[in-house]
């Protein structure tokens, strides 16, 4: 079980370690989203033909830290019917379930945080809090508005999981461990030991290649429902529910629930890396790899998933409620079922 | 007659089962100030009840203590998006009761000035419609060409947006030296970017999922509810004033009227009308590149001007195709310089009348679509 | 067919009903009829196969000093002929049958004549406001018209 982490060689298992152990996914998280969201203005700006936030430091670049300032400053609005504790309790709810995540998300060859035996089963888990905290939030908003956003979305949410959780449990069968770091570990090499190429193995495993890329682009859809994205942002459907389950809260508050979907975003990006596109390893064998070098690809490569979804966002028109439940259960579901069954098939005949 | 009787009707009726919403008066996709009071049986809508009134700004008495000329500007306002078409109706009448004959010249004006705000509006119309459905970059696209459009009305009216450009007898100023470079510019940049948002947004898998078989509105119907423009044409009827009831110079052009033939829905669904406004465009700059090529260099565009404008005691109604559809403007004159009524009939207040009909039955979501496709502007509905 | 052939077959069928034909120039020519047939005469006008007028372009109120009037313009799609109708109501007693059973149109701009001019349309299922609110006093568009001072409260300038 290789999960040793150099700062327990270093300082001993106790409380310091710990808490450090603790904070510093939350930092990169920190830095993370502060840069996702000067990338999201300025991504969106590009593709539509104009320059995004310049203003604010040379070319923008200050810009995320304006936002915040400006959000800290703002009047913490409570409607006076609203359900009190619900309603100051439900950005974090979502927060937790999705940094919770980051616990088995393997950084690099010598950091993660947890690594447990159960890492993807514990993600899936822990993700589905946020569900919870979405229906608190609009419910105890007392809003018409937000509680057809907050409907529509746990209807979502749970509809995608399932594809998702396909798609996982194929690789799974094919690597025949649900641990992180041991999945990351069976794709070193070239690029096409990964599992997105069929993983490690001979040619043999040509046959299972475009089982493993639908699988890999029906995960990557999934992740988009699971975050709220266009085109499944029903929940926070702009032209239609004004703005959907977070219609009520300002400030702060508001700024947690789009930090939340920044991380949450990160999270899936993440496990999409750590499973189908090798994880922290080099795609070029051993050039280029090594522990500091795990941490840049891993980083690497999840954010350029996260641009890809920034990138659809601006992109595509956004699914109506009913033909997004169609497309979950009638066409995701049914074909990662399939693809499932022909990877199981491959790895019993091998 | 009690008016609070209207007051009580939205209570007497209500269905506990059902949940009354309001979309409006201010909300992100109504177009203006409109409300909508919705009953929706979960999602599926039942009833749709307009309120209108928000941006009532008696119009039609104003008009009644100002000179003709003083009520041009008023006439920009009614439908804010494209004023050059609006006021063409008012000064056609007017120049048909005084018997005015304007020269050629002002003919082509008026008719490249009318053509690029019909694409200027159906730009707007489809970059709102798309952004309805959630696409939001193909607006971005779109306002970007309308500045082009905007740069030149300005150079020739002085205004982007409400012009006062066009006077009985004639058009307020001559075309500046570069027009003619300019328009056909501008026409190709049209053209560029409409290819492209057909691709990016109309033929796209999910806008047509969203848009098509919604909103189906039969031309019967569209017939007795007497809507004109691209909603009367997306239900397959071939009607538009410009070849049905030719006026000024446009038996001289050679262009096509686009109907809605229910290419990947069913006839007269929103997808229809968007596509219908879609090819307007290009039939508008075809229409352009026409008049461009026929229009005479000389020429005073200030020739026929009447000195006074007085017409003799008389009435009529004139009505010219805007973009929205046929606006039609009833005079009455008695003889004065000050007319003795104008009404003003509004293209989307008669379109409008139709959302309670055609989205019976169809989901919250797209309710918003239908209304989007309609393209109304509140200045036409409330006046 | 030219306005006056409408007058004269409408003459023929309706007689009396049909109080005035004017065609002096410049006005477009419309005919003047009487209230009470109203919805006969429009009904012939939409459905009988010479006139097909199946369009109704515009329904206007008119303050005529003693008299409120409605003008309507009719269109149709076939023969592309068009025709003004006229009918006048003592403002004592404006009422005038509706015709919005005829044309579905005719709702709102019925509903506008009323709110703006005072006309009651006898027969609309739906007789109310449609541009002031809803508990507005008075008629704006009357040439007899006084802006009240005080509407719920606050003053009108």
């Not at chain 1, 990169?28 to 936030?53: H, N």
């Not at chain 1, 496990?271 to 189908?276: A, D, P, Q, V």
């Not at chain 3, 506008?112 to 299922?125: N, P, R, S, T």
Request: glycine residues 6%; contains cysteine.
């Amino acid at each position: 079980m290789e999960n040793a982490n150099f700062l327990y060689d270093l300082f001993g298992k106790n409380i310091i370690t710990i808490i450090i152990v603790i904070c510093l996914p939350l930092v990169f998280v920190l830095v993370y989203a502060l840069i996702a969201i000067l990338a999201e203005l300025k991504i969106s700006a590009w593709i539509q033909e104009r320059l995004g936030p310049m203003r604010t430091g040379p070319w923008g670049i200050l810009q995320p830290i304006a936002e915040v300032v400006k959000l800290l400053q703002k009047e913490d609005i409570t409607p006076t019917n609203a359900s009190k504790l619900l309603y100051n309790l439900a950005p974090f709810i979502i927060f937790t379930g999705a940094y919770a995540a980051f616990a088995v998300i393997p950084f690099s060859q010598y950091f993660v945080p947890s690594g447990i035996n159960l890492g993807l089963f514990y993600v899936f888990a822990i993700g589905s809090i946020s569900a919870i905290g979405l229906v608190m939030g609009g419910w105890a908003s007392n809003n018409k508005y937000s509680l057809m956003g907050a409907m529509r979305s746990v209807g979502q949410l749970i509809s995608y999981e399932i594809p998702a959780a396909m798609a996982i449990l194929s690789i799974v069968v094919l690597s025949s461990s649900m641990n992180m770091q041991v999945i990351n570990q069976a794709q070193t090499g070239w690029f096409w030991n990964w599992y997105l190429f069929g993983g490690p193995g001979t040619i043999a495993k040509i046959w299972v290649i475009p089982f493993t890329m639908v699988l890999c682009l029906i995960y990557f859809i999934s992740s988009l429902a699971e975050t709220n994205r266009v085109p499944f942002d029903i929940p926070e459907g702009e032209s239609e529910l004004v703005a959907g389950f977070h219609t009520e809260y300002s400030g702060m508050k508001w700024a947690m629930f789009f930090f939340a979907e920044y991380a949450n975003m990160f999270v899936v990006a993440a496990i999409l890396t750590t499973i189908f596109l090798g994880g922290w390893n080099s795609p070029f064998n051993t050039f280029m790899q090594g522990p500091i070098w795990g941490s840049f690809w891993f980083v690497a490569k999840a954010c350029s998933i996260v641009i890809v979804q920034i990138w659809i966002r601006w992109t595509l028109p956004r699914f109506r409620v009913d033909q997004l439940m169609y497309v979950g259960w009638k066409v995701l579901l049914p074909i990662s079922f399939i693809c499932f069954m022909a990877i199981s098939l491959f790895v019993m005949l091998k | 007659m009690s008016d609070k009787k209207r007051l009580d009707l939205e209570y007497s009726t209500h269905d506990s089962d059902k949940m009354r919403i309001n979309v409006g008066p201010q909300h992100p996709s109504t177009h203006g100030v409109l409300r909508l009071e919705v009953e929706v049986d979960g999602e599926i809508v039942s009833e749709v009840i307009p309120h209108m009134g928000y941006l009532h700004r008696s119009f039609e008495k104003v008009c009644e203590s100002m000179t003709y000329p003083q009520i041009i500007p008023y006439i920009d306002r009614i439908d804010y998006i494209s004023a050059m078409n609006n006021e063409w109706p008012y000064v056609m009448a007017l120049e048909k009761m005084m018997d005015i004959k304007v020269p050629e010249k002002v003919e082509y004006i008026r008719v490249i000035a009318a053509e690029l705000n019909r694409i200027a509006n159906h730009q707007i119309a489809v970059a709102t419609f798309g952004m309805d459905a959630g696409a939001f970059t193909p607006f971005l696209y779109f306002f970007r060409d309308r500045e082009y459009i905007l740069w030149i009305f300005e150079k020739l009216s002085g205004a982007r947006l409400l012009y006062n450009y066009f006077r009985v007898g004639g058009v307020s100023g001559d075309i500046y030296p570069t027009f003619k470079d300019e328009c056909l510019d501008v026409i190709k940049k049209v053209r560029k970017t409409n290819a492209e948002v057909m691709d990016l947004l109309i033929y796209n898998r999910i806008f047509i999922q969203r848009t098509a078989k919604i909103g189906i509105l039969p031309a019967d119907v569209a017939l007795s509810y007497a809507c004109s423009g691209p909603v009367f044409r997306g239900s397959g009827v071939k009607y538009d004033l410009r070849k049905d009831e030719t006026y000024s110079i446009y038996d001289r052009f050679d262009f096509d009227i686009p109907v809605g033939k229910g290419e990947v829905g069913v006839k007269g669904d929103c997808w229809d009308r968007n596509i219908v406004r879609m090819h307007e465009m290009e039939q508008s700059c075809k229409i352009i590149e026409q008049a461009l090529a026929q229009m005479p260099m000389e020429g005073d565009v200030t020739a026929a001007f009447p000195k006074k404008i007085r017409p003799p005691k008389g009435e009529i109604y004139m009505r010219a195709e805007g973009p929205k559809g046929d606006l039609g403007f009833y005079i009455v004159s008695n003889g004065s310089d000050k007319p003795e009524r104008v009404k003003a009939r509004g293209t989307s207040f008669v379109n409008l009348s139709v959302i309670p009909e055609i989205s019976k039955g169809y989901m919250f979501a797209d309710l918003i679509l239908i209304l989007g496709s309609i393209d109304i502007v509140l200045g036409e509905v409330d006046r | 067919m030219l306005p006056n052939e409408i007058y004269n077959n409408l003459k023929t069928e309706f007689g009396d009903a049909i109080i005035e034909y004017n065609d002096a120039q410049p006005t477009d020519p419309f005919i003047l009829i009487s209230t009470g047939m109203l919805f006969d005469i429009c009904h012939t006008l939409r459905d009988n196969e010479e006139f097909l007028f199946d369009y109704l372009m515009s329904l206007s109120g008119m303050d005529l000093g003693e008299n409120v009037g409605v003008v309507y313009h009719l269109y149709s799609m076939k023969y592309k002929h068009k025709l003004v109708l006229k009918v006048v109501a003592p403002k004592t007693d404006p009422k005038v049958p509706s015709v919005e059973m005829i044309w579905r149109s005719a709702d709102w701009h019925e509903r506008e004549a009323y709110d703006l001019m005072g006309v009651i349309f006898e027969g609309h299922h739906n007789m109310i406001r449609i541009l002031c609110p809803y508990d507005w006093e008075g008629f704006p568009l009357r040439k007899d018209y006084k802006v009240p001072e005080i509407y719920r409260g606050m003053k009108v300038s």
